[in-house]
């Protein structure tokens, strides 16, 4: 009997000194907490830049020394791949932009430039408000307004037309989606380009267009040049300045539409302006000009990804501070060399 109930105590105390054991593990099973809804290309993003962070190695084993410099260049190979389809279409942008914008600015026509993103996010908005896909609407939005800014430059309107474009596309465009939550979150990204992500489906459309955007514009230049400079001359020469108008638009509209839907405004406008109003105050000839500022946009878009990487900065915005400051060192210098 004496050994029977020392028996039955050692099993009670072994089953008492299991209880906190089995209540830790039952108790540390975590609970995953429903998270919201996210967009799936940003958040399979995110995850990617997440999985590049080094992990630290243990100190207590005998392995070689790491090389940080092929770390290093593995991480960037990794986030050039990643955001490729986003990289491809900027630069696309960036060279069609240049070439296009260098006749905007030598036309003085960046107002239209400046309006017709405002068109385009109002279309774009359309497109959100009843689930349709965003492009469509937006080339529906941008066509009708170049058929109206052409058709307003034959009767002589006046300068109210464009700065009123502006405003309305940039109150109707909110107006649209008011109160529709995700999509105002959309239409925000659409017009600060802060929220980049390109799929590759869009890149395959957007980089072609644009390539033969640039090409066409820089293969016409002297008639861009004349038409700008002697539009008296080129009307007695017989080239219809109306009509070679009408398609230096439709070349203009292409690349604010498909840059604008892709990558925003703040992209787009920095591409547009800021490269060729760098180049313009050192170069005399025109074929010299649009070279230097598609070279220049490409710069401007690897010292951007650079820096927005390096400093967890958006893309677009890096792009455009480091092309505004090479404007105003190159009109600074422009100025040093003319005192001179």
């Not at 109930?5 to 906190?20: E, G, Q």
């Not at 290093?72 to 070439?99: D, K, M, Y």
């Not at 080339?139 to 300068?159: C, R, T």
């Not at 927005?308 to 190159?330: C, E, H, I």
Request: net charge positive; with cysteine; charged share 10%.
């Amino acid at each position: 009997m004496t050994r029977n109930s020392a028996m039955v105590c050692l099993l009670t105390l072994l089953a008492l000194a299991m209880l906190p054991i089995t209540a830790g593990s039952a108790s540390a099973q975590p609970t995953k907490p429903n998270s919201p809804a996210t967009n799936r290309a940003t958040e399979d993003a995110l995850n990617a830049i997440d999985a590049l962070q080094p992990t630290p190695t243990p100190t207590h084993t005998s392995q070689a020394p790491s090389t940080p410099d092929n770390s290093a260049w593995h991480r960037w190979i990794t986030l050039i791949v990643l955001f490729l389809p986003a990289l491809a279409t900027a630069a696309a942008v960036g060279v069609s932009g240049g070439i296009v914008g260098t006749f905007v600015l030598l036309r003085r026509e960046a107002l239209m430039a400046l309006a017709l993103p405002q068109v385009v996010a109002v279309g774009a908005a359309v497109g959100m408000r009843y689930h349709w896909p965003t492009l469509p609407p937006a080339l529906i939005a941008a066509a009708a307004a170049l058929l109206y800014f052409v058709s307003s430059k034959k009767w002589g309107a006046g300068n109210w037309i464009l700065p009123s474009f502006y405003v309305a596309g940039l109150s109707l465009s909110f107006l649209l989606i008011a109160n529709m939550g995700q999509d105002v979150a959309d239409l925000q990204n659409l017009f600060t380009g802060i929220d980049v992500a390109v799929s590759p489906a869009r890149a395959v459309v957007a980089v072609p267009l644009l390539t033969l955007v640039a090409i066409a514009c820089a293969l016409l230049w002297r008639r861009w040049l004349l038409i700008a400079q002697a539009p008296a001359a080129a009307e007695l020469a017989g080239l219809r300045p109306a009509r070679w108008d009408a398609l230096f638009l439709i070349l203009l509209t292409t690349v604010l539409l498909l840059g604008t839907d892709s990558l925003g405004m703040v992209m787009v406008l920095a591409m547009l302006f800021l490269p060729p109003a760098a180049v313009l105050p050192w170069t005399r000839r025109i074929p010299a000009a649009l070279l230097t500022s598609a070279l220049l946009s490409l710069c401007f878009l690897a010292l951007g990804f650079y820096l927005s990487n390096m400093n967890s900065w958006p893309l677009s915005q890096s792009v455009g501070g480091v092309g505004f400051a090479a404007v105003l060192l190159s009109h600074l210098l422009a100025k040093v060399r003319q005192a001179a």
